[in-house]
């Protein structure tokens, strides 16, 4: 029995070692495969670790999210305020207006640009380079209750004017001191001190609201180079204004229903408005021997329009004026006539406005004015910003959302400025998004 049995041992003995031999070599291979997995696991790539060398072993990469997380709204916002498409002449954005921008205008010497806002405030930006991180600021409370409306230099870049609407009726009131550096207890915060009132008028045009005023100097004939303002109602009515002094020089009356804006030539000598009807009146300041405004006398009418002229201005040699139509047409006219010959203004180039909405039909131009050197006109249409060439109206550039709103003003700096040190002319545009802008002048192709 011995034998039988030593032969089934014999046997069973060369199976088992063998079932132990191979199950000791796939423990073998399977711990080999777990330790590369964990390694694989624990591994963090080279561009993680760049992005964030000194984090914590318990902190997430922050461009990493959680598992089961959601993107944040913000974040995507940013990122689609960011793919915007910046357009090419835009150069600067004016922030610090808590409503909207009604008016603005530059210094007779660029430096200075003053706006007023729906919140009751003048702010006065000191413009040394348009592409300036930051500027320094003059704000300047208006008497409770006044809205203001329009605003003009006075005096070079020592003075503004400023109308405001209120109960009542508009008021003009006039700030010397504009360019002070900042003194005393708050020049550590940078702070101009608030300038006072150097003169004031009440209830100007009745109880009319100002659209707008306008300013030049008295360089024509016998004019001292005093600043003359003008202040236009939106009823029928404009009034001249000695800027220093604020003595009333005349008013003029365009019998037209009512007005849309006006303006003075550069050099102090006619006035022009743009009103209800397809005709432009001119005006005439004559100045006497002394300086003073003798009398202010209508020698021009402007004839040829089909419809109301929305918007118009003097180029700045004084001696034509543009104007723009409902009829969706731009006039170039030419003023330097012997008008006291009954010689007329000659229309000098007649253009389609090339600005056209979804139906096919012309823009209203609510906005006009022409770069110093005469070569660029800009115009507005709702928000969209338009710059044409002045001498052909061909179209240099175009942004149809230069606001995100209306423009409500536009104002072309009276010379270059620096932009990154190199000067430039700039244009300033304001609007209902609480925005000051500044865009560069788009170049002209074959102008020197």
């Known amino acids: 029995m011995a034998a039988p049995a030593a032969e089934v041992a014999s046997a069973l003995s060369v199976p088992l070692l063998s079932a132990i031999l191979g199950g000791a070599i796939a423990l073998i291979f399977l711990a080999g495969y777990l330790r590369r997995k964990r390694a694989d696991i624990a591994h963090v790539p080279p561009s993680a670790t760049a992005a964030a060398p000194d984090l914590p072993k318990q902190v997430r990469p922050s461009n990493q999210p959680r ?11 940013a990122d689609k305020d960011a793919a915007k498409k910046h357009h090419h002449l835009d150069l600067n954005t004016l922030r610090g207006h808590t409503d909207c921008v009604t008016a603005l205008s530059f210094s007779g010497d660029a430096g200075s640009l003053a706006t007023v806002c729906a919140d009751g405030a003048v702010r006065v930006f000191r413009i040394d380079d348009a592409s300036s991180k930051s500027f320094k600021i003059l704000k300047i409370d208006l008497p409770a209750g006044a809205h203001p409306t329009a605003v003009t230099f006075s ?17 003009l009131y006039m700030y010397a001191d504009v360019s002070a550096p900042p003194t005393g207890g708050n ?12 003169w004031d008028h009440k209830k100007i045009h009745g109880k009319e609201s100002v659209l707008n ?26 009034k001249i204004w000695h800027g220093k002094s604020g003595k009333e020089l005349g008013t003029v009356d365009t019998n037209q229903l009512k007005n849309n804006m006006a303006d003075i030539s550069p050099n102090g000598r006619f ?29 021009m009418q402007l004839k040829g329009h089909k419809s109301a002229v929305t918007s118009l201005c003097f180029t ?13 047409t731009i006039r170039v006219w030419n003023i330097n006539v012997r008008y006291h010959l009954d010689e007329d203004p000659k229309t000098l180039k007649f253009l389609a406005i090339p600005l056209h909405d979804s139906k096919g039909a012309a823009c209203l131009y609510n906005h006009m004015g022409i770069s110093p050197d005469g070569k660029v006109l800009a115009v507005t249409s709702g928000s969209t910003l338009q710059w044409l060439c002045a001498e052909t ?21 009276p010379r270059k400025i620096p932009n990154g040190g190199i000067p430039a002319f700039v244009l300033a545009t304001c609007g209902e998004d609480k925005k000051v802008k500044l865009w560069l002048a788009p170049e002209v192709v074959g102008s020197t």
């Open 393 to 413: 109206g061909a179209v240099l550039d175009t942004t149809e959302k230069a606001h995100e709103g209306d423009i409500s003003g536009i104002a072309w700096a």
């Open 316 to 328: 700045p040699d004084s001696e034509k004026i543009i104007t723009a139509s409902k009829d969706g």
């Open 187 to 198: 020049k550590q915060q940078g702070k101009l001190s608030p300038p006072e009132i150097k």
């Open 67 to 77: 598992k089961g997380s959601r993107p944040h709204h913000h974040a995507a916002a």
């Open 155 to 171: 005096e070079g870049t020592s003075s503004i004017v400023v109308a405001a609407q209120a109960l009542l009726g508009s008021s």
């Open 213 to 238: 005023l306008a300013a030049a100097r008295a360089t024509h004939g016998t004019g001292d180079g005093s600043t003359i303002v003008i202040s236009c109602s939106e009823a029928t009515d404009i």
């Open 271 to 299: 006035i022009a408005a743009a009103a209800f009807t397809a005709d432009v009146k001119v005006w005439e300041i004559v100045y006497s021997k002394d300086s003073s405004v003798k009398e202010v006398n209508r020698v």
